[in-house]
């Protein structure tokens, strides 16, 4: 009985994503599948509830009884993800589909999406690699909270394969931008979002503003995955997550 419920589950798993497959109807077809697998270690804010000092006139008045704001506090977080395409090019890397979450505040990037500034083989045995790129979407946190991507661009140096005809891996940095209305706490008693930051010319006036997202990142095709995905369309994704 154990064995044969194994074989419906495993049946049933194909089925799932039997849709989604990028095996070729034709045998003889031989286009290739990429998968990447993309991380990036963040450095940003958060929005933190506090008591504070606080100019009546200012745009984001506190509560005059509970005297709570969100105030802007420096933070960390992570990213990971996939870059992958069925019908892949050796440019797949900056063209395929990208997924992408926020692994320590569980959030997927909803409408990631990539825009490939530059992409180019270097080196006198071609096997080095230029990659630069702008990506772009809005984690959603919850009903409430969230946090778009404003201008972040990521860049790289990385490895180009003449023998399997794609780029293999980058490794490099990211700066720019994002919203600042991510907030950690309960918000209970917070009235004012996003998270604020003073201005220095009276340190009491708080106004919003965007946030700084920059870190170090890595993209590095994945064989596993790329043979995974080849033969049933499926990437091993958190719960909280989805994709086309």
């Known amino acids: 009985m154990k064995k044969l419920m194994i074989a419906a589950l495993a049946v049933a798993s194909i089925t799932a994503f039997a849709d989604n497959t990028c095996a070729p109807d034709d045998p003889v077809v031989t286009e290739p599948t990429l998968v990447y697998s993309f991380?990036?270690?963040?450095?940003?804010?958060?929005?933190?509830?506090?008591?504070?000092?606080?100019?009546?006139?200012s745009v984001c008045a506190p509560d005059p009884q509970t005297q709570s704001t969100v105030i802007r506090v420096p933070d960390t977080t992570a990213l990971a993800g996939w870059i992958y395409d069925c019908t892949a090019t050796c440019e797949t890397i900056g063209t395929g589909s990208i997924v992408v979450w926020d692994s320590k505040r569980k959030a997927q990037l909803n409408d990631a999406a990539m825009?490939?500034?530059?992409?180019?083989?270097?080196?006198?045995?071609?096997?080095?690699?230029?990659f630069a790129f702008k990506l772009t979407g809005t984690f959603q946190y919850d009903t409430v909270r969230q946090q778009a991507l404003t201008e972040v661009i990521f860049a790289a140096l990385g490895k180009f394969s003449v023998a399997k005809g794609f780029y293999t891996s980058f490794s490099g940095n990211f700066a720019g931008t994002a919203a600042a209305s991510y907030d950690l706490t309960t918000k209970k008693n917070v009235i004012c979002d996003p998270s604020q930051v003073w201005l220095c010319t009276d340190l009491t006036t708080l106004v919003d503003a965007?946030?700084?997202?920059?870190?170090?990142?890595?993209?590095?095709?994945?064989?596993?995955?790329s043979k995974k995905?080849?033969?049933?369309?499926?990437?091993?994704?958190?719960?909280?997550?989805?994709?086309?």
């Open 39 to 57: 991380k990036a270690n963040v450095k940003t804010t958060k929005g933190l509830s506090g008591t504070t000092s606080w100019d009546a006139g």
């Open 115 to 130: 825009e490939k500034i530059l992409l180019q083989v270097i080196g006198k045995k071609q096997a080095d690699a230029e």
């Open 210 to 225: 965007d946030t700084v997202y920059y870190g170090t990142w890595s993209a590095k095709y994945n064989a596993s995955a």
């Open 229 to 244: 995905y080849a033969r049933n369309g499926y990437l091993n994704v958190p719960a909280y997550v989805t994709y086309e």
